[in-house]
Structures are given as C-alpha cells and as structure tokens.
C-alpha cells in the first residue's frame, strides 16, 4: 500500500462514520446500569458490557485482601493467560495471552509502555503494591497501541486519592525466610490529590544456595480534577530488584555466586482539557527506563582459573501523545490523534580477572523512531447497539510504514444477552538484535514486523448481574512473517534472522461469576487453545514442523476463585488453578527433543481476621497459604517451581 493511501483511508473512515452517527437519533443509554468502565480497551473511557472485546478488571484491593504480592500470580486468575517461571521466586516469568508469543502483550503502568525492543516483557519483578486494579485486554490491540499489543494488552493503574485521608501498614513473614513490607497513604483536598507507597519483598528461595531474591518498589500519584475545566495526573513508579540464581541452562544448581540485578523508573502524565461542551484534548507523555546487570564468577570451559563476566544493559521508552474527542450528540465519539515514540538500547559484555577490572568484549547501541496516527469512532446509535471502527498507521525509522484496522459490534439479542464480534489486526516490531549485527549474529534490516489477524465473537449474559453473569468468548488468529532464527555458514558461523513462520491459535473463553449471598462470591474460567505451527519457510532449519503445538502454552486451562466475607469483616478466599499438559523442549540432549510437561492442580488459601478498632485506627491479622498440598511441578522443564508457602503477618491502617 502506498503511503499516500493510508491517510485517505483514515480520513475515509471518520467520514464514513460522521455520516452513520449524524444520522442516529437514539438517546444515550443509562450508563448507571453497565457496571464497570474500562479506559484500556478504547481511546476514552467506555462501559465494559458495551465493548467489542474480551475485558477483565482486577480490583488491587481485592488482591490486597486475598495476599496476592505478585501481578504474575494475579494474571493467572485470567482466562486466555498463561505464565510461565522458571523456577524461585524473581525468576525470569513470561506470559503467553491467547496462545502468542510472550513478547504479543503490551504492558503499561499508568499509560506508559514498558516493554523492551521487540516486544518482551519480565513479570518477575512487577508487584501489586499500591495498585488500584489492572485491566486486561485479550484480542488484537496494535490499533491502540502500536507494536506489541498483539494478542493484548496488560495495563496497571496506580492508587488514586479517596474521598477520606487514609494510611496504612503492613508486613508479614514466612517460608523459605520470606519478609513483606509494605506501607502506603493518600490524602486529597479540593481538586487535587495524592498517594504515595512503598515495599521490600524478600525471601532466600527455594534452592540450598544463591538464590535470594530482593525487590524494593516505590510509586506514587498526584492528580487535579475539575469537572468543567479538566484534569491532570501525574504517576511514577520506581523497582529495584536483585535476583541470585545458581541455576545453569538445564536448571542445575552449580553456581554460587551469579545474579542479576534491575532498575526501572517509569513516569507518566496524563493530562485533559474541557475545549468545549462537546470537544475534549488531552495530551499524554511518559518515560520508561530499565537498568539490567548479570555477573558472575566462573570456571570458563576448557580453563582452570575463575574468570569475572558481567552484561549491562540500559534501554528506554520515551512517548508523547495528543489527541481530540468529539462527542457527537447522537450519542457517539470521535477521536483523532498521534503518537511518536523513541526507543533506545545499549549494552555492554565485560570479562577478566577476579579483582581485575573486566576487558569490555562487545558493545551494542541502536535507537529508532515512531510516529503513528489513528482515528476511533465508537457509537451507539440505538440503546441494544454499539460499534467501533478505528484505523492506526506506524511509521518507524526501522521497517516499512504498518496499518492497522478494528471494526466489531456489539448488540442486545435479549433484555439481558449481549453478543459482540470483531475483526482486527495487529503487528510486532523486530528486536535491535534481529535487525543489527552482535558479536554473534548478522543483522537482519529487512525484516518485516510480524503481523496478526484475528477474528472473534462472544456473548454476555446480564440477567442478575449482581447475582449471575456468564461471558464466553471464540477466537480465531492467524501470526504470519514469525522472525526465526537461521544457523550462519562458516568459518564464522554468525547467525540471522529472517521472517520464515506462520502460527495459528485458536480457541475458547468462557467466564461465570456467581454470587449466591451478599458475602459470598465464585468465579470460574476456562480456557481451551490450540496454538500450532501453520506454515514453514524455506530457509527455516529449526525443529519445529507444521502441526506442532507452540511451546509452554497449555491447551487446557481454568482457575476457581471463591471468596466469603462476614458482617464483622472476617474473610476467607480460596483459589484453585488447573494447567493442562504442555509442550517444551529439553535442553540437557541435543540435538534437543521435545517432551511434554505433566498436568497440574495448585491450591491457594487466605485470611484476614480484623480485631477490635481502637481509636480512629484498626488492625487486620493476615494469613495466606500458597500451593496447599505441596504440589511438585515445573513450568518450565528442569526448573522446580515453589513449594506450600506460609506467610503470616498484619496490617494497621488509619483513616483521617
């Protein structure tokens, strides 16, 4: 497609679409009956029951109440999400959404992309202190949010001030030597507010030696709020994290002393203007910078005298978006706005000596450029119906200029039954590595990004929904130019890279939340996908062939979450998760065979027992029991995973 085309056609679309709204002459529905808004899932805030896609909305404080320390233990309670750690606690953790890679979710803290370069992203240090809830967004959503947001997006929303000043403390203690700490506190008064929180996470690991595990995180918000001028909010986010592994390739625990170590500061504003009656601004900016560290002291192969090894690596996001919304009084929005991004990376390889300064033996840099532009029309005509049509064009300093489309409905069959369905498109940029020559391979700068398209339909129901509600959803996507890894021919050897694969991942979603009584309330999941290798490339020398199911995802899985809460405040939760078989690849023989991971069943428990209130302030005690019955698994093959966790501790907490 030429370039000149791709303008024409946004400009077409939010032509076509003034003519639709304009000729709509339905009154707005009564959006005190729709439940929960979502602001991820569109460029302005919509009630979750009329969306064109599949949403999921984690309370933090629920989380809090349930000792969930962890947003990777929090996602697993996700239909359509899997995680994957290998091994202890701050271990390398990814997450499969929908069957795609683990670099197919976009991740955000209060707006803010945080992925690196090519898509990746490591939960392992990500915690839930100070979280006021996280949206999930399953289904394509590059439209939105550029590269990345493949299969979904992930986004994380800082604590806001209440009505009320409030503070509180906690801390608890347990197996494996475990140590949480935790304190926050928030006041507001007149339009502006703030909050403010921090934590230190400890805990020695599950292996005889070198494996502790440390991350202290701080975060904080101010906001201003003026319902007829506008609003401003300010966020920032700070993790240290130091993790000891003495784990080789194959899981093997002979090392006593490498560890790695990050740093990440990640700041956004968000900032709107009132324009008119009818006609909003808003401008956002964020900063993502990550620090990373791997030292180690070993026995090189084939010597006798321990040598000194360190990687460094810095990389960082910077973005700026600006935007309009024109709410068209026949009850639709439009918006139309651009974003440009600048993404950098740098790292460093180091040997020598021990107590010698390290010989640096490789060095890498590379930056490029995105600006994009999109339109997004969401209507809703008449009260049992909405739509979404919304169009994005990337253009990168690094590959060819990329568009992106989403076009999907949403309808009342029934008083209480909602069937929704879209079509959409997405895409993944390369890495730096992929596309730049290393010390080991040979860039690769033609590669195209990958792509995505996908289509899916799901229903609602809503008869009570305080007491009843089923959502199931079907899904089908096809990932095509998948970048693959390609043997160099001597005497180097130097690999490439090159766009040679297509997957296919289909499947079910299903979702019911029950609440039988006003202090008792389930929710279960399930989730049935089938990710395949669907097409090879003729230069693909890999092991994969057509038919082979995708690796660690599981094509079964489900959780159980039930939680029951007394008058007094007492509280009880419980959750059960089921992992169904899953492929992976063994690493201790090669060339390396594929094995099949056994499935699993893991059993959590908590409890909060509020005592008597003294004063203005009160004291909840908490327990939480992590893997019940001790359950012996792997996520990844030869990495054993936790086993039952104790944690007993308290919380004090004040309002003001």
């Known amino acids: ?42 460029k302005v805030p919509r009630p979750a029951d009329v969306l064109t896609q599949a949403v999921t909305v984690i309370s933090g404080d629920d989380l809090r109440a349930r000792g969930v320390a962890r947003v990777s233990d929090a996602l697993r309670e996700v239909p359509g999400a899997a995680l994957v750690q290998s091994g202890s606690f701050g271990a390398l953790t990814s997450l499969f959404l929908r069957g795609g890679e683990s670099r197919y979710t976009k991740v955000l803290i209060d707006g803010v992309p945080v992925n690196a370069p090519g ?32 299969t979904g997006i992930v986004q994380i ?14 801390a608890r203690v347990g197996s494996y030597h475990s140590l949480d700490i935790d304190g926050d506190g928030s006041a507001s008064r007149g339009i502006a507010g703030f909050s403010v929180g921090g934590a230190h996470h400890s805990t020695d690991g599950v292996l005889p030696f070198n494996n502790e595990y440390r991350n202290g995180t701080l975060s904080s918000s101010i906001s201003l709020a003026h319902s007829s001028i506008g609003d401003a909010r300010l966020s920032a986010r700070y993790t240290a994290a130091e993790f000891h592994f003495p784990t080789d390739f194959n899981g093997q625990p002979v090392d006593s002393n490498s560890y790695r170590t990050q740093h990440r500061l990640t700041v956004g504003l968000d900032a709107g203007r009132n324009l008119t009656g009818n006609m909003q601004a808003r401008l956002l900016a964020g900063s993502n910078d990550v620090s990373d560290l791997t030292d180690d002291i070993a026995v090189p192969f084939g010597s006798t005298t321990p040598q000194h090894s360190a990687f460094k690596s810095r ?29 950098h990376e740098t790292n460093a390889t180091g040997s020598g000596d021990v107590g010698a300064p ?9 930056s490029r450029y995105n600006a994009a532009y999109y339109s997004e029309i969401l209507g809703a005509p008449f009260d049992r119906f909405s739509y979404t049509l919304s169009g994005r064009v990337d253009d990168n300093s690094d590959y060819e200029r990329f568009a992106t489309y989403r076009v999907g409905a949403n309808v009342e069959l029934l008083p209480a039954l909602r069937l929704r369905g879209s079509i959409s498109t997405a895409f993944n940029a390369p890495a730096f590595n992929q596309t730049r020559p290393t010390l080991y391979t040979v860039g690769n700068p033609e590669l195209r990004p990958e792509k995505i398209h996908a289509a899916e339909i799901g229903i609602t129901t ?13 899904f089908a996507q096809r990932f095509a130019d998948l970048i693959q ?27 019911l939340q029950v609440t039988p009584m006003a202090n008792l309330r389930t929710t279960a999941s399930y989730t049935i996908v089938n990710p395949r290798v669907a097409e090879i490339g003729s230069g693909y020398d890999g092991g994969d062939r057509v038919g082979d199911a995708l690796l660690r995802r599981p094509s079964h899985s489900g959780s159980f979450i039930a939680s029951y809460v007394r008058p007094s405040g007492i509280s009880l939760g419980g959750v059960v998760t089921r992992v169904g078989k899953r492929p992976d690849l063994d690493f201790s023989q090669f060339p390396s065979p594929r094995v099949t991971l056994p499935d699993y069943t893991k059993v959590d428990l908590s409890a909060e027992l509020p005592l008597p209130r003294l004063g ?5 005690l908490t327990a939480r029991l992590e893997n019940l019955f001790d359950k012996k698994y792997e996520e990844v093959l030869h990495f054993a995973a936790p086993g039952r966790t104790i944690l007993i501790g308290g919380r004090a907490s004040a309002i003001f």
């Open 119 to 150: 898509g990746y992203f490591d939960f392992s240090h990500l915690t839930t202190d100070n979280i006021d809830r996280i949206e999930i967004v399953r289904g394509p959503a590059s439209v939105l949010y550029g590269a990345d947001a493949v």
């Open 616 to 620: 203005g302030g009160g004291f909840t």
């Open 485 to 511: 890894f390609v043997n160099g021919p001597p005497p180097s050897f130097k690999g490439s890279f090159a766009n040679l694969t297509a997957a296919t991942s289909n499947g079910f979603e299903a979702e």
């Open 315 to 343: 990389d960082y996001r910077r973005n700026v978006e600006a935007r309009l919304a024109f709410f068209v009084p026949s009850n639709a929005t439009i918006t139309i706005g651009g974003t440009y991004e600048k993404e």
């Open 358 to 366: 390290t010989t640096q033996t490789d060095a890498f840099k590379a």
């Open 462 to 474: 809503n008869f009570r929904p305080d007491v009843f509600r089923l959502s199931a959803s079907y």
């Open 157 to 170: 929303f800082t604590r806001r001030a209440g009505g009320q000043s409030r503070a509180s403390l906690g």
């Open 1 to 42: 497609m030429s370039k000149m085309k791709i303008p024409s056609i946004l400009l077409a679309l939010s032509g076509a679409a003034l003519a639709v709204v304009n000729r709509a002459t339905a009154q707005s529905p009564d959006t005190t009956q729709l439940g929960t808004v979502v602001v991820s899932a569109s």
